[in-house]
């Protein structure tokens, strides 16, 4: 619907997957899982609801379809939204609570040298535009990233993923491979 469609495409197909473009309902049938982009996540969700994508979604969510959220992405995926508009289509699924903008001023859009340790020793060169927090998580959910302040950039609950950052900006796949074996695992447990 809106933000680097093309970038996570061209990222997935790095890793081997063979992606295609979403924007209606009958578009989800056969997916093995879907990446909601960045962007804006108060455009994606009126977006999500006038195309009729909101309530299959969010259906398909609840019974274990592969989703990864990147920041506006993360935002839909989030159970707990802080400071969402008070009319804002979220999808939910994931038991983390999150802030919108909530990067001050001067740190809006920062790039940052992240540790992931269960991706390996060297850090991920993350990129956050506007981005939001993951404050806080329910049990369920594996923390993947913590930035210095304490705030969580990358979180996981089964099948579903949130970063607060942009992957798909930088050359390493890591976590472009990491949601495809995550789809891929969910496809043949199912
Ligand atoms: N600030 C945006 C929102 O609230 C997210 C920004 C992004 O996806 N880069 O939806």
Do not use: Y
């Not at 197909?13 to 578009?27: M, N, Y």
């Not at 802080?82 to 804002?88: N, R, S, T, V």
């Not at 705030?151 to 949601?179: C, K, N, V």
């Amino acid at each position: 619907m809106q933000g680097d469609v093309a970038e996570h495409a061209a990222s997935l197909r790095a890793v081997g997957a063979e992606p295609v473009e979403v924007r209606l309902p009958g578009q989800l049938e056969g997916l093995a899982g879907l990446v909601i982009p960045g962007g804006e996540s108060t455009a994606i969700g009126k977006l999500l609801v006038n195309w009729g994508l909101h309530a299959p979604l969010r259906e398909r969510i609840r019974l274990g379809f592969p989703v990864w959220g990147t920041c506006a992405g993360a935002i839909m995926l989030a159970e707990d939204v802080k400071d969402a508009l008070p009319e804002q289509p979220l999808l939910g699924g994931m038991d983390i609570s999150v802030r919108r903008n909530a990067f001050g001023r001067q740190t809006q859009s920062f790039e940052t040298d992240l540790p992931v340790p269960s991706l390996g020793n060297q850090p991920v060169h993350a990129v956050f535009i506007r981005a939001p927090k993951i404050e806080s998580v329910g049990e369920d959910v594996e923390v993947l990233a913590t930035l210095e302040d304490g705030s969580i950039a990358a979180a996981r609950q089964g099948p579903l993923l949130a970063t607060t950052f942009h992957p798909e900006l930088t050359p390493d796949t890591r976590f472009h491979r990491l949601f495809v074996e995550m789809a891929a695992k969910t496809r043949t447990t199912r």
